[in-house]
């Protein structure tokens, strides 16, 4: 299976990262639409495709006023953009209100299932996560691997999540803040570095990309993340245009 990270920056852009938006071009699957969904252009391979919100901060949703474009050049013959109700709501009062964005919604607002069956025999299930406001985590199964994309929460070893995310193959996971500032991450609904390691490990997962990068580790720099590796290896930052197997 193949992962293209178009964007793994969470807040606001900056000179190394867009904000969040991941591509399965295979399955036709897209996970947030951040300001890295314009790269989605030239890049789409299907006649349907399905976009999966976490949530709706701008951060996650803006991508979704550069369809007009993306369309354009990709025509489909079905897009559908699957979120929690409550969310799918802001996006058509708030973000497509003719006072802020003067064009409709470019695809048909989808209610979440309880499971979504992909046309690559893949099985897609989503679970509630803490962060104000709420959010989404997502788990695809396979016959012969597994994704799960958690972001806008925060991590522990017993995090209510966990066995949502238990033995799979690739864990997609944001990391706003490092351990220094792991208070701060509890109080903002944010992971830090060790914090995730100690879920992967707890979850035995296979491997761990670290998304949702906090923008000004372009300027500070990045944590260390030595000490996060002691207690899960398999562990790095994901970084855009960035594509995975698994």
Known sequence: MRLQLLGTGGYHPSPARHTLCLHLPEAGLIFDAGTAAYRLRGRLQQETLDLFLSHSHLDHVVGLTYFLDILYQHPLRTFRIHGRPEDLEVI??????????????????????????????????????????????????????????????????????????????????????????????????????SQVAHLAATAEVGRVLLVHINPLADEFGYPDLAAAQAIFPKMEFAYDLQEVHF
């Open 92 to 193: 058509r009062e708030h973000l497509f209100h003719p006072g802020l964005f003067g064009a409709p919604v470019a695809g048909e607002l989808c209610p979440l299932e309880e499971t979504f069956s992909l046309a690559d025999g893949g099985t897609l299930r989503h679970f509630p996560l803490q962060h104000p406001g709420g959010s989404v985590g997502y788990r695809i199964d396979w016959p012969e691997t597994s994704l799960a994309y958690v972001t806008d929460t925060t991590a522990s070893f017993n995090a209510d999540y966990l066995e949502h995310i238990r033995g799979v193959s690739l864990l997609v996971h944001e990391c706003y803040f490092s351990d220094a500032q792991a208070e701060h991450a509890v109080k903002t609904g944010h992971s830090s570095l």
